[in-house]
Structures are given as C-alpha cells and as structure tokens.
C-alpha cells in the first residue's frame, strides 16, 4: 500500500453521542496533516451508493457539542454480503480513498474486517456505542453520556417513587451488556440491578424487594438492561413482583432511545478527540484492522479481531457495592 493520501470517514450502528465529535477530530486530523478526507454517509450503505462528500476543517465547526452524528448511520444489510462489499470497494476505489475509518460497535468493526481481508483495504475503528461493550477500550463513545443521561432520569422517577412509595422497574439499554445497569444503578441507587452477565433469580428478587421494604424505605428502583436473562421482559418482570409482593405499587419505565441522544460530556468529547488523532495517526502509519481506545487512560490499539471476539469483563466489585448500597 502506497501513501496514504485520501482518507474516509463512516458512523456505522446505533448511533452515540461522540461520534459527531470523532468526525470533527478525523477531519481536523487529516487537515493538519494534509490528507484529503471524505465523509461517507449512511454508513456502509453509503459505501455502497458512493454517497461522498469531501470535509475540510470547517465542514466540522460547532458539531463536538452535538449528538447524534452528521453523516448519519445505518445497518447495512447489503454490507454482509460478498456482493455488496465489491460494490463498496468499486465505489472505495473510484473515489481515490486509500483508508477507511470507522465509527460503531462490534458489528461494524466485523464488516470493516471483512472490508480489509477481501479487498485489503487499510482499515482503522473507533468504538462509538453507549453500550460499552467493545473489548480494547475501558471507555467506548456515547457511553458516558448516556449514563449520565440514564442517572438524570433515575433521579427524576425517585422523586415521584417516594412520593408514592412506589417500586419502579427501569429498563435501559445494554442488549448483551449490563455496563450502563450497573454504574448507573450504583450512581441512582437502585435497590437492585438486573444485568445479562448476572442472573438473580426471580424469588431473590422479590425476597430482596421485601427486605428493603421492612427496612423502611419509602420507594424502591430496580434498574434492568434490556438483555437480562430472567427470561421475562421487564413489564412481565413488573408483574411478577406485583402478584408476589402486594405492599408496593409497581411502575415501569422504559428508558429507550432518548438514551442514545443528547449533547456528549466532557469525557465524550475529549475521547472522540483522542480517538481520532489516533485512527488517522494509525492510518499514516501503516497501521490496519486495529481498533484504537483508552486502556489505563492511555490511547492503545487492538487488532479488530479481539475487539470483537472478546468482552470485557463486569467488575465483581462493583456488583459488591451494589449490594452493599442498597442495604
Ligand atoms: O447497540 C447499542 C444499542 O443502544 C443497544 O443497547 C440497543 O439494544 C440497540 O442499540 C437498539 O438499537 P436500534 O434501535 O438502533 O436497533
């Protein structure tokens, strides 16, 4: 592979707070550089359609502070298929690119792997998901946002539970991961916290449930991730607890995709920053298939395959103040 001259940019899967500032950085990168450097819209899909357009630093001016991501994102179904990655690689090519940077979650970074291994294009990602969930970073895009956003809510349900002594079922995000579960439950004081990587059994539940109640508590608050394993959605859930436990009235809230929206915190917006220097610094370096996040506070890089296949891990110790929290 020759220099690297021309450099596209693409937001790929659910969107998250951040992104718009990783384009910014990307963009910037190149300019300071002086590379070329092209947006790439609707993901994938727009790799596919060839819809392009050339950013230069000001293209990006007043977007960190904004959610959402200005090139828009999508799940390329057509992007999974042999056929679809020639078609983007035709269009890749036309366009004179000679790297491609991705902002997404795990699925994105497979069909960026995919991208490289058939049609060795140079390749770099970024973790933009709120759910955290991506090996090689201890922090992915969005993620910080959307806890504080989630807590600002829990707060808010807490007024009118204890006002009513009420028990509140929160589900947020977190279809594989209980990341944003457990810390914001930790941060909102939830009484319990159901997450996919633990499973706390419906009677423990409802046997917890009643502890805190004779201990005096005016309200209670279990937050679920929507991918727990009680094999119950969280209205069942709700439901459940109401036919075994009469002293509460059981309310559920459904935090949904106001989660994923919303101006990126300071920690957002500095991460996009980092992570963007890095994926074009990689690219000019001969860098591929590697992924770039924060590991100890220090930008590192890993290949994209381990950013897939493996996880991080839930911290036991934060399980253990749970529990402790919410005597
Ligand atoms: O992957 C991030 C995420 O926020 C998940 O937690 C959630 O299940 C999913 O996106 C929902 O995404 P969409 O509504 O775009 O399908």
Same mark, same amino acid.
């Given at each position: ?206 046997? +917890?449930?009643? &502890?805190?109640? $004779?201990?005096?508590? /005016?309200?209670?608050? !279990?937050?679920?991730? %929507? *991918?727990?394993?009680? @094999? ?30 919303? +101006?990126?915190? &300071?920690?957002? $917006?500095?991460?996009? /920053?980092?992570?963007? !220097?890095?994926?074009? %610094? *990689?690219?000019?370096? @001969? ?33 253990? &103040? ?6």
């Amino acid at each position: 592979m020759g220099k690297i001259k021309k450099i596209g940019v693409l937001t790929s899967g659910g969107d998250a707070p951040g992104m718009n500032a990783a384009i910014r950085s990307v963009v910037r990168t190149c300019s300071y550089y002086n590379v070329e450097c092209i947006g790439v819209y609707q993901g994938y899909q727009g790799l596919i359609e060839g819809q392009f357009e050339k950013l230069n630093a000001r293209s990006v001016s007043n977007i960190i502070s904004r959610g959402g991501t200005i090139l828009k994102s999508a799940r390329s179904l057509e992007f999974k298929t042999i056929e679809g990655r020639k078609k983007a690689f035709d269009n890749f090519k036309e366009e004179g690119l000679d790297g491609l940077i991705v902002v997404g979650g795990d699925g994105s970074f497979t069909g960026a792997m995919l991208f490289q291994k058939e049609h060795g294009v140079p390749v770099i990602g970024i973790p933009g998901t709120i759910d955290n969930d991506i090996f090689g970073s201890d922090l992915t895009l969005g993620y910080d946002t959307a806890m504080n956003t989630v807590v600002d809510a829990i707060d808010k349900i807490r007024d009118t539970a204890s006002s009513h002594n009420r028990l509140f079922f929160i589900e947020v995000m977190g279809r594989d991961a209980g990341f944003i579960a457990l810390n914001t439950g930790i941060a909102g004081g939830a009484e319990e916290i159901l997450i996919p990587e633990e499973n706390l059994g419906l009677d423990r539940l409802v046997e +917890s449930l009643k &502890v805190s109640s $004779r201990s005096g508590k /005016s309200s209670s608050i !279990v937050v679920v991730a %929507e *991918g727990e394993k009680s @094999g119950k959605n969280v209205f069942e859930l709700a439901e459940y607890v109401e036919d075994n436990f009469e002293e509460y009235e059981v309310k559920v809230s459904v935090l949904g995709h106001m989660q994923r929206g919303g +101006s990126p915190t &300071v920690v957002d $917006r500095v991460l996009a /920053s980092r992570l963007g !220097v890095a994926a074009v %610094e *990689g690219l000019l370096d @001969g860098q591929s298939n590697v992924m770039v996040g924060v590991i100890n506070n220090k930008v590192k890089r890993t290949p994209l395959e381990r950013a897939i296949k493996e996880h991080n891990e839930i911290d036991s110790e934060l399980l253990r &103040v749970a529990d402790i929290m919410s005597v």
